[in-house]
């Protein structure tokens, strides 16, 4: 019975209650009773699961270092390193275990609060990004017609690019699976790709457009404007094997068994920083991962990747 199963699915989940549009600041876990039971029953399993809540912990002090290598401040992330609730947030999002063969396994059992918990985070962080993203690419293109926004949005959310990012910036080492099929094989398409895209970045200095680095780093300099700071040095850029939302000789997307699982991952990682400090800040800690893709205008993209990416070839300009 449909309605049958509608009723239980909202049984399950009617605990998962707005209270905040999660914008400018956090989610008030402190107004919300049935949040704090959920994340108590969680803090209980961690307790009796001390081998578990030793490796999420190790994971997330990991994986905050990898964000505070992008940062120009440390303040956030030393809050999700002390804050309880952000802490355990992020423990949430970097437990990828499916726990499909969880009777093979004891040492899993009662972990069943992670994944459902990991699976809400999951959708807030991909409404999160995409609010980010969009807004990003309207106020750096403002002339940009329906087109072109779809283009921008869809090359830089597509299942490939955020696996791509995910994997680039070692986010991968920091997840509870480590020994994932699915990234394993996004290593080995990502190795070939980003040998195929060197050769095209070798013909103009070692970026896509003609000017090269130098061409980049000027574009990273007006992006930060005034804030940026003449002590921090500009890396080069590093997302060789992307071409528009597609990796470099595979002009559609990848399997899903390979791209699947790590977007999912970058979302849910995504999902526990806005729940910790609102979409705003969120979206200012994870935008250094991809400002690299966002540096191209919509006109751009085509010239460079038409006939490369299906993307590109497919998001024609429309209308104003």
């Known amino acids: 019975n449909t309605e049958d199963t509608e009723d239980n699915i909202l049984g399950q989940i009617n605990w998962f209650v707005g209270k905040g549009t999660c914008l400018a600041k956090g989610y008030p876990m402190s107004d919300h009773s049935e949040w704090n039971v959920e994340l108590s029953k969680i803090r209980d399993v961690l307790q009796y699961r001390r081998n578990i809540n030793s490796t999420l912990q190790k994971n997330t002090d990991s994986f905050c270092q990898l964000l505070l290598s992008k940062q120009r401040s440390r303040g956030s992330i030393d809050m999700l390193v002390l804050d309880s609730n952000a802490s355990l947030m992020l423990k949430?999002?970097?437990?990828?275990?499916?726990?499909?063969?969880?009777?093979?396994?004891?040492?899993?059992?009662?972990?069943?609060?992670?994944?459902?918990?990991?699976?809400?985070?999951?959708?807030?962080?991909?409404?999160?990004?995409?609010?980010?993203?969009?807004?990003?690419?309207?106020?750096?293109?403002?002339?940009?017609?329906?087109?072109?926004?779809?283009?921008?949005?869809?090359?830089?959310?597509?299942?490939?690019?955020?696996a791509y990012v995910f994997v680039k910036n070692q986010f991968h080492e920091c997840?509870?699976?480590?020994?994932?099929?699915?990234?394993?094989?996004?290593?080995?398409?990502?190795?070939?790709?980003?040998?195929?895209?060197?050769?095209?970045?070798?013909?103009?200095?070692?970026?896509?457009?003609?000017?090269?680095v130098a061409e980049f780093r000027r574009r990273i300099q007006q992006y930060y404007g005034d804030e940026n700071d003449s002590c921090y040095e500009i890396a080069p850029p590093q997302y060789t094997g992307?071409?528009?939302?597609?990796?470099?000789?595979?002009?559609?997307?990848?399997?899903?068994?390979?791209?699947?699982?790590?977007?999912?991952?970058?979302?849910?990682?995504?999902?526990?920083?806005?729940?910790?400090?609102?979409?705003?800040?969120?979206?200012?800690?994870?935008?250094?991962?991809?400002?690299?893709?966002?540096?191209?205008?919509?006109?751009?993209?085509?010239?460079?990747?038409?006939?490369?990416?299906?993307?590109?070839?497919t998001y024609k300009k429309g209308r104003k």
């Open 175 to 212: 997840l509870f699976d480590t020994d994932a099929d699915a990234t394993r094989n996004m290593q080995i398409y990502m190795e070939e790709s980003d040998l195929v895209g060197a050769k095209e970045w070798a013909k103009h200095d070692k970026w896509i457009i003609k000017g090269g």
């Open 92 to 162: 949430c999002a970097l437990f990828d275990d499916s726990l499909e063969d969880q009777e093979c396994r004891p040492e899993t059992r009662g972990l069943e609060c992670f994944a459902n918990l990991r699976d809400k985070i999951f959708h807030l962080g991909n409404a999160s990004l995409q609010f980010g993203i969009v807004s990003e690419f309207y106020h750096l293109y403002p002339t940009s017609t329906s087109g072109d926004l779809h283009l921008l949005k869809v090359g830089l959310m597509s299942h490939d690019s955020l």
């Open 242 to 313: 992307l071409a528009a939302g597609r990796l470099y000789g595979h002009r559609k997307k990848l399997p899903n068994d390979v791209s699947n699982d790590l977007q999912f991952s970058m979302k849910c990682v995504v999902g526990a920083l806005t729940l910790a400090f609102g979409q705003h800040e969120a979206w200012g800690i994870i935008r250094p991962f991809f400002l690299e893709l966002m540096l191209l205008s919509p006109d751009e993209l085509r010239s460079s990747y038409m006939g490369i990416s299906s993307i590109a070839s």
